[in-house]
């Protein structure tokens, strides 16, 4: 997928010469998100700064804990809701700029949408078919085209058998695949999920994500999960983790061919660099080094070192970027810093 390849290139440091604007190429692009939401006088930080880029055909889980601002951003890029600052585009509608006429349009033709409630998916005392139609009406499908796709998108997330059916009469797991065909009825570009497995056991939760999975297959709809069902996050290429309003790690999976000819998923976790250079350690990592308060980092051909600070060092030390450089480099440390400390070159200003 060209976003993952477009990661992987600017962890490498690669310029990237297919791209002349940011997120010109992406589906979802999200540069410096902010949502602050003010309660009683009080402020609270939903998004801080987050940076985001989904390619098209992606599918994608996104996990963090509870609080960590995962839907707040999925009703940004539902456009529900609205960005206190930053940027957040979604097949290159800038989502910022949109008059109410336009919004509705996106929310009815751009993205769809997949709620952990069923009673926020479907109407209760219409039948899957009725469910699936009616987006259509609303957007003026021709009555034929209407019935024609909702029967082939029942079929396609395997609940043809619930046609007739109104909602109660169907399982929990047939609702939210019925909750998916709607959300697709229109022909969205991207389709996003805020754990839509949440009120299912583990069987059922897997069919529906199944669901979603063909989806994004079949039709090339990009997809956009969140998720704590950790069987979901396992089993997608892509899975970001959010934390206090901002993405801190990815995991990228790729297929490779074992030994025994089975196809498995490796996975490589990765931090993320935002555009301002500021990458998040991983907490592990971090205290198993007992690191704090600053680092020393050294530039090597093709990684950067960190190390923990020096901790008593003598008051001054690492006053700039500099200091860190190497013992013995030519041409580098004391012997210039000398030089530029005293009144001039040896021989001159006389
Ligand atoms: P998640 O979906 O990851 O659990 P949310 O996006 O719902 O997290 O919430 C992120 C933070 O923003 C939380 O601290 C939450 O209390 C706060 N928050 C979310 N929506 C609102 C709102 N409408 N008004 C005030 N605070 C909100
Ligand atoms: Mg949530």
């Known amino acids: 997928m060209s976003a993952i390849d477009d990661l992987i290139r600017a962890r490498r440091g690669e310029p990237d010469r297919s791209r002349p604007e940011p997120g010109a190429q992406a589906m979802i692009f999200c540069d410096r998100l902010v949502r ?36 707040t951003l999925l009703g940004i890029l539902a456009a529900l809701d609205v960005p206190t600052g930053g940027q957040a585009i979604v097949d290159g509608l800038d989502l910022a700029s949109l008059r109410t006429a336009q919004r509705l349009a996106y929310r009815r033709a751009t993205v769809g949408f997949l709620w952990q ?62 909750a998916v065909a709607v959300a697709l009825a229109n022909r969205p570009r ?53 934390r206090d309003g901002r993405i801190s790690t990815e995991v990228l999976r790729r297929a490779e061919t074992a030994a025994d000819g089975r196809e ?13 250079g500021r990458l998040q350690l991983p907490h592990e990592y971090v205290t198993a080094l007992g690191m704090r308060d600053r680092v020393r980092l050294e530039l090597e051909p093709d990684h950067i070192g960190v190390w923990p600070g020096q901790e008593d060092g003598p008051p001054g030390a690492g006053d700039g970027p500099g200091q860190a450089a190497g013992p013995g480099e030519p041409g580098g440390g004391p012997d210039q810093a000398a030089a530029g400390a005293g009144d001039g070159e040896p021989g001159a200003g006389r």
């Open 190 to 242: 991207v389709l996003l999920a805020d754990e839509p497995t949440g009120e299912l056991d583990t069987e059922t939760a897997a069919q529906v994500f199944e669901a979603m999975r063909t989806a994004n297959a079949e039709l090339g709809v990009t997809v956009l999960i969140v998720t704590h069902d950790r069987a979901v996050a396992q089993h997608v290429r892509r899975t970001i983790a959010i």
């Open 36 to 71: 602050i939401f003010t309660v009683g006088g009080l402020e609270v930080q939903a998004l801080q700064g987050l940076d985001l880029v989904v390619g098209p055909g992606e599918l994608t889980a996104l996990v963090g804990a509870s609080g960590s601002g995962k839907s």
């Open 117 to 178: 409630q069923t009673s926020r998916n479907l109407f209760t005392h219409l039948t899957a078919a009725q469910n699936v139609t009616l987006p259509m009406r609303l957007a003026g499908v021709g009555r034929a085209e209407r019935q024609q796709r909702a029967a082939e998108l029942l079929e396609l997330m395997d609940v043809a058998d619930c046609r007739d059916q109104v909602v109660p009469e169907m399982s929990g797991g047939q609702q939210q695949r019925v």
């Open 264 to 276: 498995e998923l490796v996975a490589q976790e990765y931090s993320v660099l935002d555009r301002a």
